[in-house]
């Protein structure tokens, strides 16, 4: 007789029998993050039936409230999101000039700083980065038409372009990483004695 079994419980008695990697990997592979999104182009979206105007309270205005929100409203439910801190965004805090960061530490209490950059000027206090494989992430920020900044960050799948290389065709960083090792490992073990090794090398 079968017997079905949500995710979470599926999740976490694996983690009993197949410990920490075990679930990192499944969760990989049923939220389609890693290599098994990338392949993916098409993304479920949760069939919400119709609100008719009922009352959801949602707790929290960090990203999962809001997204959540969102497509609540959309489905014809009228939403009251509560926000425990003085701002929403939650684990996500853009800080500029006049941003109030409120911190309660364990050595030094509450504390409380604002923000003095100049005009113009930001960080990302909490999330910044969204890698090319959280889709859905990505799905919802174009939905939004929310603007995109560029986040420099070693990326192995960032491609790399020169005209001097690979006949002016972008590569992948770790293609052309790996490439680089192996040649290079190829000449150290033909040239037999570093002299020759040495006049190989170019010195750029
Ligand atoms: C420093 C840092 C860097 C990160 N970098 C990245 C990154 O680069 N890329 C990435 O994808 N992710 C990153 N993350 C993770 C990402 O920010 C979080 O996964 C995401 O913001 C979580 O969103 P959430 O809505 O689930 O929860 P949260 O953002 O934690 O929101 C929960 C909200 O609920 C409120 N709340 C709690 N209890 C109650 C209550 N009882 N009543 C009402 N409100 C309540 C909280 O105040 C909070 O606003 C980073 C996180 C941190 C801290």
């Known amino acids: 007789m079968s017997k079905r079994i949500s995710r979470r419980d599926f999740?976490?008695?694996?983690?009993?029998?197949?410990?920490?990697?075990?679930?990192?990997?499944?969760?990989?592979?049923?939220?389609?993050?890693s290599s098994a999104c990338m392949a993916r182009t098409e993304h479920t979206n949760m069939a919400l039936p119709d609100g008719k105007?009922?009352?959801?309270?949602?707790l929290g205005a960090g990203v999962a409230g809001l997204a959540a929100a969102v497509d609540l409203t959309?489905?014809?439910?009228?939403?009251?999101?509560?926000?425990?801190?003085?701002?929403?965004g939650g684990r996500l805090?853009?800080?500029?000039?006049?941003?109030?960061?409120?911190?309660?530490?364990?050595?030094?209490g509450m504390s409380e700083q604002v923000c003095q950059f100049d005009e113009g000027i930001h960080v990302e206090l909490g999330g910044g980065r969204i890698p090319f494989h959280h889709r859905r992430?990505?799905?919802?920020?174009?939905?939004?038409?929310?603007?995109y900044e560029l986040y420099a960050i070693d990326c192995m799948?960032?491609?790399?372009?020169?005209?001097?290389?690979n006949g002016g065709d972008p590569m992948r960083v770790r293609d052309l990483l790996y490439s680089t090792w192996g040649y290079i490992a190829e000449l150290a073990a033909s040239a037999g004695g570093s002299a020759e090794l040495m006049a190989k090398l170019s010195t750029s």
């Open 11 to 33: 999740l976490s008695k694996l983690g009993r029998v197949g410990a920490s990697l075990a679930v990192l990997k499944s969760m990989n592979a049923m939220a389609g993050s």
């Open 53 to 58: 105007g009922q009352t959801v309270i949602i």
């Open 74 to 88: 959309k489905a014809n439910y009228n939403c009251v999101v509560l926000e425990l801190s003085h701002r929403v």
């Open 93 to 108: 805090f853009t800080a500029r000039r006049g941003s109030r960061i409120v911190q309660k530490g364990l050595g030094h």
């Open 137 to 147: 992430v990505i799905r919802r920020w174009e939905e939004l038409d929310i603007p």
């Open 157 to 165: 799948m960032a491609k790399f372009q020169s005209d001097a290389l």
